[in-house]
């Protein structure tokens, strides 16, 4: 398994070693929504290209997208998140992950910031 890469739209992904990545949002990202209540999960064989908006979480405070990180095919869904969506808020690099991703294009993830660069990026923003 990989490090995780992160979006500066508070979307982390991480390769696994099989070659799918796993797909969640930012635990920055958790605590400005607040507690979460909703999550649209996007369907099994939907691809996204990077950037495009594939899941819906809502919260007490908002609603916002979750992107997918990178382009590829949905292979698998966080089906728990339906029943338990408070998963994210608990543990968002975790149990809280939404979809995960054939990856179409591994060279994309060269685009996302490494851990050390997003926590410099969150930094600027606070």
């Known amino acids: 398994m990989s490090a995780a890469k992160y979006s500066r739209d508070h979307q982390w992904i991480r390769l696994d070693d099989d070659g799918i990545a796993t797909v969640g949002i930012t635990d920055y990202a958790q605590r400005q929504l607040g507690q979460i209540v909703y999550v649209d999960l996007p369907l099994i064989g939907a691809v996204f290209e990077q950037h495009a908006d594939a ?72």
């Open 55 to 126: 899941a819906m979480v809502e919260s007490v405070k908002s609603a916002g997208e979750v992107k997918a990180p990178a382009s590829g095919e949905v292979v698998d869904v966080n089906a728990a998140l339906l029943e338990e969506p408070q998963k994210v808020n608990t543990d968002p690099t975790g149990e809280g992950w939404f979809f995960k991703l054939r990856l179409s294009n591994a060279e994309e993830l060269a685009s996302l910031l490494d851990e050390s660069a997003y926590n410099e990026f969150v930094q600027a923003l606070t």
